[in-house]
């Protein structure tokens, strides 16, 4: 079984929708991140978590707000879909801040 | 300016051959380094952490130079395999900050 997953791997939604995104991992790391990847652009930080009581912006947290329901699951949402958040969303978790991250395999979503 | 800055390629080499790809990052804060590899609509899988004493890894050598503040990864004697968009990441401390990605395509 993979050590990160995502639901779900692809998504349809209209603007004004109310969208969540699910990340769990399996690997016990403390940190979690969320982050979208446009072409041309590399990967932008939206949200981070560092253990269930810790919330923090990222690059571009404007239009999302994030839950860390608990150690392993770490929620994006989307509280109102526009079309330029369609992107390809990626969870990722680090078990120190030096340490390389581990992500998940990705969300596609697209805001008609 | 972005933060961490590669050339996006693409690259395209012969099999065997060896390629060099370089980054530029800006925070001299910066605190630690990694390249990822990136297969077409796949998630990002760690490569390498890069060291200031150069790390080598079978065919692959990275190398970092904090005076500079500049990264580099070689790939030696290169496979169809290596095929993929390579990505320099640097950690500030509390976030990472990722470059675009250089493309790299080895043809037979």
């Known amino acids: 079984d993979a050590d990160v997953t995502q639901t779900p791997r692809n998504r349809i939604t209209k603007t004004g929708k109310r969208i969540m995104l699910e990340c769990s991992q399996t690997?016990?790391?403390?940190?979690m991140y969320w982050y979208r990847q446009d072409p041309g652009l590399g990967l932008q930080l939206i949200y981070y978590?560092?253990?269930?009581?810790?919330?923090n912006k990222g690059e571009i947290s404007d239009g999302y707000s994030v839950s860390r329901q608990a150690q392993a699951k770490f929620s994006l949402s989307l509280e109102s879909a526009i079309p330029n958040q369609t992107a390809l969303y990626f969870c990722?978790?680090?078990?120190?801040?030096?340490?390389?991250?581990?992500f998940g395999p990705g969300t596609r979503l697209t805001v008609l | 300016r972005k933060e961490v800055e590669q050339d996006p390629g693409p690259f395209n080499v012969p099999e065997g051959a060896t390629v060099a790809f370089n980054c530029t990052y800006s925070?001299?804060?910066?605190?630690?380094f990694f390249w990822y590899r990136q297969d077409c609509r796949k998630e990002p899988k760690l490569l390498m952490s890069v060291y200031s004493s150069g790390n080598e890894d079978g065919r692959f050598t990275a190398q970092l130079n904090r005076a500079s503040q500049y990264i580099s990864l070689l790939i030696r004697d290169s496979k169809l395999s290596d095929s993929a968009t390579y990505l320099c990441v640097v950690n500030r401390g509390n976030d990472m900050r990722f470059g675009a990605g250089t493309r790299l395509t080895v043809k037979p």
């Open positions: 925070n001299s804060a910066s605190q630690s």
């Open positions: 978590s560092f253990d269930v009581k810790d919330i």
């Open positions: 990722a978790t680090s078990d120190l801040a030096a340490s390389g991250q581990y």
């Open positions: 690997k016990g790391h403390d940190r």
